[in-house]
């Protein structure tokens, strides 16, 4: 079987927004425009392709990143080239959640695309979640492009909107289109490059329509363009020589190193348009084809070479050995299990084995299907550079790599940020309590960011999330899709643990009963490690998790090799018990520095607890304090409502960060703790006569202050006490 469309005319690439910006009400269009589908949903009406999941359709969010293959011919193109096969791309497009609580679905996709569409609303610009996936994006060099959306809206300001990108996001943003007309009088957009005014006319905007420029924007077009062309030409030396000349250059020459400089992150083109009113949306589609990577254009994947450690390359290419990363589950009501992945190198067919070199194991690949949204085509083959879901791996989550056994790679982890929130959770019948636990264990293989725990005290079920959202979801697809009802406890903050200072202790643990007994000792540092960086230098004897490091300092074997992972373990059990109330530590470094054994006596288990003990006695010393999630918040409210929410956020220990204007409304950035935050958005209703809104992510872990820290300890001792 050969490859259908040759790689350079591959597009892998997700829409990424802020929660409202009509990011799916995007995707909708592409689907429509590029024939995927014929009719239009809507999010307002619950019948959009993307959002196909029960609680998409009820709370007209995206929750999972849904992927959709479809076919683009650019519209530039004449009628009969636009019909065959040679003018289409196959894009393979992410459309991915804007709700902070499933931030895990852009970060993880993003890690295996190639590009992003990003969607700004015309009127709030640069929101909150705008720049955690704007953040995310740079974290994975994902070349993008900007899409000022709801330029028809009220209130709406490309101009304003653009100033957002540049003083939030990135000076290298660069206008490609400005809008003609804005709010009611939007009526299409003009390309800054071609010098052409584009109208959407015909069945949905079907029709593109090109014309000269209006007079009354022939101005404003040829000073934005002279701006645009010379920030182009500033990424080529010959071209920048030639422009400072006055010669003119070829529109093509342009668009050629735009593109370069695109793909390089050095120019990030902003568009303009409005998805729900038709206007613009196959423009940003000729962008993706014209200035977005194929998986040629990207640099090739680097990882390790699990038996040597070796690093290891792998370029987008059929002939190179197979190497894919799963970056996404999905429990398929239709199918079962569905595996997400993105080929970066190779090929590999149906009913062929797969090597996991996470796990070591290999397992049988059944089908492969590619998916529009929750419509499934099955394939028999899948080529470099292409994403695709297998059905039924038993063995496969997030983040494994899979490769070729005689030439395996180990592709980097993708990192996740640690759950904030907690609920303790406990089936209703005794029938739902075996059914809850395979539903969890489902829910969690396919969501990294949603952790479940047995409290130890209690052997109740803890389950911890993102947000409260996040876990409202979760509660509710385990009663949809499994059939699981379940009482549900207050959400509670994950707190963590930390120490402040050093300490050193000696312990011995020594037991005598008669027949063998017990002797392990050792003597052990504690001290604060920095904030986890993968670039920071580590001791060469030192093994490092991210939030501790154990150093191994043991010199002429005064506690024997074998003992030695027994003493980390123990430290590792002492540090998930935490010291002041129970709390898992972290951002800890412990140096094992000296010790002793018995010919007879010692044991694993001795070691085990004597450094668990000594671990404990210097953490106490060590100046122990408890840290707490600060939650960067965004309140938008009238003005009049100002003083209150000011008022109101300072009296939860908010550090208010800056203020500003939305057209009349007034727009408060502030840090909280996220234990401040419950039921906020219900008491922020009442004191805004309902007009106010607000958005909140988690941004750090701070130490909390003596005297709330003195309640958490008696709360939760006080607890377990009674």
Known sequence: MERDYPLERVRNFGIVAHVDAGKTTTSERVLFYTGSQHKIGEVH?????????????????????????????????????????????RFNVIDTPGHIDFTVEVKRSLRVLDGAVVVFDGVAGVEPQSETNWRYAEEAHVPRICFINKLDRTGASFERSYKTILDRLSKKAVRLQIPIGEEDNHEGVIDLLKMKAYYFEGNMGMNVIEKEIPENLLAQATTFRAELVERIVENDEHLMNAYLEGKEIALEVLKETLRKAVIDNKIFPVMAGSALKNKGVQLVLDAVVDYLPSPLDIPPVTGMDPNTG?????????????????????????????????????????????????????????????????????????????????????????????????????????????????????????????????????????????RIQSDADTGETVIKGMGELHLEIIVDRMKREFGVEANVGKPQVSYKETIQGEAEVDNKYVKQTGGKGQYGHVRIKIKPLPQYDPEEKVPKNAHREEGFEFVDNIKGGVIPQEFIPAVEKGIKEAMERGILAGYKMVDI?????????????????????????????????????????????????????????????????????????????????AMVPLSEMFGYVTNLRSMTEGRGSSTMEFDHYAVVPQNVATTIIEQRTGAKAA
């Open 45 to 89: 009406e619950g019948d959009t392709t993307t959002d196909w999941m029960e609680q998409e359709k009820e709370r007209g969010i995206t929750i999972t990143a849904a992927a959709i293959t479809c076919f683009w011919a650019p519209s530039y193109l004449g009628e009969e080239a636009r019909k065959k096969k040679e003018g289409k791309y």
């Open 310 to 450: 070796e690093e290891v390359t792998r370029h987008a290419s059929d002939s190179e050995p197979f190497a894919a990363l799963a970056f996404k589950l999905q429990a398929d009501p239709f199918v079962g299990q569905l595996t997400f992945f993105r080929v970066y190198s190779g090929t590999i067919e149906s009913g062929s084995y797969i090597y996991n070199s996470t796990t070591g194991n290999k397992e049988r690949l059944g089908r492969i299907v590619r998916l529009q949204a929750d419509q499934r085509e099955e394939v028999k083959k899948v080529f470099a550079g292409e994403i695709a879901a297998a059905v039924g791996l038993k063995d496969a989550k997030t983040s494994h790599t899979f490769c070729d056994e005689e030439n395996p790679i180990a592709l980097d982890q993708i990192v996740f940020p640690e759950p904030v929130i907690s609920l303790r959770i406990e089936p209703k019948t005794k029938a739902d309590q075996e059914k809850m636990g395979m539903a969890l264990k489902r829910l969690s293989d396919e969501d990294p960011t949603f």
């Open 589 to 669: 470094s412990a140096e094992l520095n000296f010790g002793s054994y018995h010919d007879v006596d010692s044991s694993e288990i001795a070691y085990k607890i004597a450094a668990s003990q000594a671990f404990q006695e210097a953490a106490k010393k060590a100046r122990p304090v408890i840290l707490e999630p600060i939650m960067k918040v965004e309140v938008v409210v009238p003005e009049k409502f100002m003083g209150d929410i000011t008022g109101n956020l300072s009296s939860k220990r908010g550090q208010i960060e800056a203020m500003e204007d939305r057209n009349d409304l007034k727009v408060v950035r």
